[in-house]
């Protein structure tokens, strides 16, 4: 985790400190070293988060892109009581869990529908077959052109050969990062692959970004739930040219 309370004041690892973790309140201990993103580590082996799973640096760099108060949110069903801490949770009210390992398409629908008006940031990077799926995307993706201009959205008819399958249901948007810790740099796309909910007319809505694109997109609300919904209605309307890009 990236941070922990020090009296009660959530606080970045500082050699030497002991920190209390904020879900569980176990005793977390400082890792500074000169080779991975700083972070903290539960001293002991204990109960805590049950969503919780081991950090990438990875993982860790692309909650740092955003502001310490945002990052490691612990939220509350009053009505249920069930507890999770989520990886990032803006002053919007968008919440952006990244994801590197495997998850069971169970959890991931139970994650979405606990936080409801979320992000997901998934590496693409961990499997090969991933990572040579996505290698066609040219060829896959059509855009869509509105008055003339491009719009650098695109439909595609082939997202089981392009993406993660267990990802395809998803009732939330979906960013690929297919530069995560098993990314092969000479080949993988710097581009994020922002994947859109749902379909239309059959094809799925895909969105090429750069990585300060999308948090531009994030700090602008514009991957809000409310916000893609109106993305995919406004899309629905247009009349699609077959050209290619």
Request: some cysteine.
């Amino acid at each position: 985790m990236l941070t922990a309370l020090i009296e009660g004041i959530r606080s970045r690892p500082i050699p030497g400190a002991v920190g209390h973790c904020p879900f569980c309140n176990s005793e977390m201990i400082p890792r500074c070293g000169e080779i991975r993103v700083h972070h903290w580590a539960h001293k002991s082996k204990v109960d805590c988060d049950p969503w919780w799973e081991p950090e990438t640096d990875w993982h860790r760099n692309w909650k740092n892109e955003f502001p310490l108060g945002w990052q490691e949110r612990v939220f509350e069903d009053h009505d249920t009581g069930e507890r999770h801490i989520a990886d990032v949770y803006t002053l919007a009210g968008l919440t952006l869990e990244v994801q590197h390992s495997h998850l069971d398409p169970k959890e991931r629908r139970a994650r979405e529908a606990f936080y409801k008006n979320m992000l997901w940031v998934v590496d693409g990077s961990r499997l090969k077959g991933n990572r040579s799926k996505i290698l066609g995307w040219r060829g896959a993706l059509t855009e869509i052109f509105h008055g003339g201009q491009r719009t650098n959205l695109f439909l595609t008819s082939e997202a089981n050969e392009l993406f993660p399958s267990d990802w395809l249901e998803s009732s939330v948007p979906i960013c690929f990062d297919y530069m995560g810790p098993n990314a092969e740099t000479s080949s993988a796309p710097t581009r994020l692959f922002l994947l859109y909910p749902g379909s239309v007319r059959g094809r799925r809505l895909v969105e090429p970004l750069t990585r300060d694109e999308l948090l531009r997109a994030i700090y602008s609300e514009r991957v809000h739930i409310s916000a893609v919904r109106s993305v995919l209605k406004n899309v629905l309307r247009l009349r699609f040219s077959n050209r290619r890009c």
